[in-house]
C-alpha cells in the first residue's frame, strides 16, 4: 500500500472523496494541536482552533480556490494555525484589558459597595438603551460566545459581526458616558 501525497489528496478531495481529508486530518491534526496548544497554553482553545484549522482546510479544498497542487499542505496548515492563533491571543489580551478596566480593585469598605452598585446600574441602563441587537451582542461577546454564534443567534451574516459590535460598543460607550454625565449633573 502505497501512501498518497498531501497534494494528490488534495485533488481528491477537490473531486469529492471525503476519505482524502480524513487521510488529511489524521495525517497533520497532532502537529497542528501541539503548535496551538504550546501558543495558547489552554487546552480547550487550542482543540477550538485546530477544529478551525481543518474546517477552512475542507471549505478550501472543496472550492474553486483551492490549495495549490504544489504547496506544502502542512505549511498551509501551520499557518493557518498560527494566524489563528495570534488572532486568539490578541482578542484575549482586549477581553482582559476590557475587563479588568470594568471590573473595579476589590475593596471591601461599604463606599466602594455603593459604587459597584451603581456602576451595574448604568451598564445596565445604557445596555437597556441600545437597540436590542445591539445589546445582544455585546452580551453575547461578553459571555465568550464565537462570531459565528453570534451570527447564527442574530441572524446576521458571521461577516458583519465584528461590525455590528464595534458599532454596538462605540454607542454603549457613548450611552455609557452620557449617563455618566446626567448622574454628575445631578450631584
Given at each position: 500500500?502505497?501512501?498518497?501525497?498531501?497534494?494528490?489528496?488534495?485533488?481528491?478531495?477537490?473531486?469529492?472523496?471525503?476519505?482524502?481529508?480524513?487521510?488529511?486530518?489524521?495525517?497533520?491534526?497532532?502537529?497542528?494541536?501541539?503548535?496551538?496548544?504550546?501558543?495558547?497554553?489552554?487546552?480547550?482553545?487550542?482543540?477550538?482552533?485546530?477544529?478551525?484549522?481543518?474546517v477552512?482546510?475542507?471549505?478550501?479544498?472543496?472550492?474553486?480556490r483551492?490549495?495549490?497542487?504544489?504547496?506544502?499542505?502542512?505549511?498551509?496548515l501551520?499557518?493557518?494555525?498560527?494566524?489563528?492563533?495570534?488572532?486568539?491571543?490578541?482578542d484575549?489580551?482586549?477581553?482582559?484589558?476590557?475587563?479588568?478596566?470594568?471590573?473595579?480593585?476589590?475593596?471591601?469598605?461599604?463606599?466602594?459597595?455603593?459604587?459597584?452598585?451603581?456602576?451595574?446600574?448604568?451598564?445596565?441602563?445604557?445596555?437597556?438603551?441600545?437597540?436590542?441587537?445591539?445589546?445582544l451582542?455585546?452580551?453575547?461577546?461578553?459571555?465568550?460566545?464565537?462570531?459565528?454564534?453570534?451570527?447564527?443567534?442574530?441572524?446576521?451574516?458571521?461577516?458583519?459581526?465584528?461590525?455590528?459590535?464595534?458599532?454596538?460598543?462605540?454607542?454603549f460607550?457613548?450611552?455609557?458616558?452620557?449617563?455618566?454625565?446626567?448622574?454628575?449633573?445631578?450631584?
Open positions: 500500500m502505497t501512501l498518497l501525497s498531501d497534494s494528490r489528496l488534495l485533488e481528491r478531495m477537490a473531486q469529492g472523496d471525503t476519505t482524502s481529508f480524513d487521510v488529511l486530518f489524521y495525517r497533520h491534526y497532532d502537529r497542528v494541536y501541539g503548535l496551538l496548544f504550546r501558543l495558547m497554553g489552554e487546552r480547550g482553545e487550542a482543540e477550538d482552533l485546530a477544529q478551525e484549522v481543518f477552512r482546510l475542507h471549505a478550501r479544498g472543496r472550492s474553486a483551492s490549495i495549490l497542487p504544489d504547496e506544502n499542505v502542512g505549511g498551509w501551520y499557518r493557518v494555525a498560527m494566524n489563528l492563533g495570534y488572532n486568539a491571543l490578541r484575549r489580551s482586549r477581553r482582559w484589558a476590557r475587563d479588568t478596566h470594568l471590573v473595579p480593585e476589590p475593596d471591601a469598605g461599604v463606599e466602594s459597595q455603593v459604587d459597584d452598585r451603581a456602576e451595574r446600574a448604568r451598564v445596565r441602563a445604557a445596555l437597556a438603551r441600545l437597540p436590542e441587537r445591539q445589546a451582542l455585546l452580551l453575547l461577546r461578553q459571555m465568550n460566545f464565537s462570531y459565528t454564534e453570534c451570527a447564527a443567534i442574530c441572524e446576521v451574516s458571521p461577516g458583519s459581526v465584528g461590525t455590528l459590535l464595534a458599532r454596538g460598543a462605540a454607542a460607550r457613548r450611552e455609557y458616558l452620557a449617563l455618566a454625565g446626567e448622574e454628575e449633573g445631578r450631584e
